[in-house]
């Protein structure tokens, strides 16, 4: 595993290069999850992008050589609406793209994303504590149930954030998402 604030440096990357193309986005995932309970290493860094095609020349101009991008594979996922790697070549970093747009859920956590200074005054878009949550119940879900990490990363918002969560956000996405059983275990266990 790499270290965090490896991690960290290539999410500021890619986020000033979706930045400086206007791309809306969020950090999701383990990395976010980090800032917002347990701290921990991963492998990858997530991002929820609402991306569309035109965009995809610009992107990979902006990140430059340090990043590997097969433009027509970005192209193909956008058209699906499902999700594609970059890699970080320096330390061989994967960063997920989740491209969002349509669902409700994806327009409610991009309009909620929050700021957040990450080092040396740099800043960047992270999913609010609930969305994290929530999106992470719906991969422990869609993965089986069987994820410790996924499971140990919710325990963790919730140890972190349970006084200063919406749960009112949480009442109403949940159910919606089909996590509403995982969420009251979780709170439960919390």
């Known amino acids: ?34 800032l917002q309970g347990e701290p921990r290493s991963t492998n990858d860094v997530d991002f929820a992008v609402r991306l569309q095609e035109r965009h995809v020349a610009l992107l ?15 192209r193909e996922a956008i058209r699906a609406r499902g999700s594609y790697n970059i890699f970080f070549l320096p330390t061989v970093m994967k960063v997920d793209l989740f491209v969002r747009g349509g669902e409700p859920f994806d327009e409610s956590e991009l309009a909620r994303r929050i700021e957040v200074t990450i080092r040396d005054g740099r800043k960047l878009f992270v999913a609010t504590p609930e969305d994290n949550l929530l999106r992470k119940l719906w991969w422990f879900r869609m993965g089986g149930e069987v994820s410790d990490r996924q499971w ?8 972190a954030s349970t006084e200063a969560l919406d749960r009112e956000y949480l009442a109403q996405w949940a159910p919606r998402l089909g996590v509403l059983d995982l969420l009251q275990r979780a709170l439960a266990q919390a």
């Not at 050589?65 to 970005?74: K, M, R």
């Open 152 to 159: 140990r990363d919710v325990l963790g918002i919730l140890r």
């Open 1 to 34: 595993m790499s270290d965090p604030a490896d991690e960290y440096e290539v999410a500021l990357r890619v986020a000033q290069a979706l930045e400086s193309i206007g791309i809306e986005y969020t950090l999701g995932g383990s990395l976010a999850s980090s």
């Open 60 to 74: 990979a101009a902006s990140l430059g050589d340090d990043f590997e991008i097969d433009e027509e594979a970005l």
